[in-house]
């Protein structure tokens, strides 16, 4: 009888025990699962968060674009130790308009580059301005500024890219200082450029000289 009894109370604390293990196993599960369905919630308020910042910095980018300021302020663009004012920049993508509004983005930005370049040298003047506006014997040395064109083009996207992109540096022009249109130039001019300079090499619509 005691032998009885004493198996029950074995057989009932083996049920115990095995309860408790399976209670403990459960609990981690629902644990372990709550822990997972939490994260892509988590995830997801990060993410949420995240595109909010990316659409208010984009309306910021877009209300400055809508207001005429370029997302990239230019008014002091820095090139090589030399400053660049906004007001320059604008002569600077105007002149190419005029120069090369018809060539490819290279053509445009060498253009932009022999502007650059006379800006360097000492045989020109020290600014954007002063070059393009140089007179030769009383005349512009630049002919969309003696016909007029210059004030009436209107600066394209392309345009304003080349010219960034040649105030950061780009830079194919192997230090030409001279550019012509060999079919559009005066028999005369184009004389004085073959006597008088070393040809570099041709692009597009133009020769460029040094």
Not at 11 to 18: A, Q, R
Not at 80 to 109: K, P, T, W, Y
Request: proline fraction near 2%; hydrophobic fraction near 40%; include cysteine.
């Amino acid at each position: 009888m005691g032998e009885d009894i004493m198996y029950k109370k074995y057989i009932l604390s083996l049920f115990l025990c095995n309860m408790v293990v399976l209670a403990s196993f459960c609990c981690l599960k629902i644990a372990e699962r709550s822990r997972f369905a939490a994260t892509p919630a988590f995830q997801m308020q990060l993410r949420e968060g995240f595109q909010e910042e990316e659409a208010s910095s984009l309306i910021g980018s877009l209300d400055r674009a809508d207001s005429g300021q370029r997302v990239i302020d230019y008014q002091v663009m820095e090139r090589q130790g030399e400053s660049l004012s906004e007001h320059d920049f604008q002569i600077l993508c105007r002149i190419v308009e005029a120069e090369a509004g018809g060539e490819d983005m290279n053509g445009r930005i060498l253009v932009a580059n022999v502007i650059l370049n006379r800006v360097k040298s000492s045989t020109f003047p020290n600014s954007v301005e002063g070059v393009v506006f140089q007179k030769s014997n009383g005349t512009f040395q630049f002919s969309p500024i003696r016909d007029g064109r210059y004030q009436r083009v209107r600066i394209s996207d392309e345009t304003v890219e080349a010219v960034e992109r040649a105030l950061l540096g780009e830079d194919y022009s192997e230090g030409a200082l001279y550019f012509v249109s060999r079919k559009g130039a005066a028999p005369e001019k184009m004389q004085w450029f073959d006597n008088h300079l070393t040809r570099l090499f041709q692009y597009g619509g133009h020769e460029f000289f040094s």
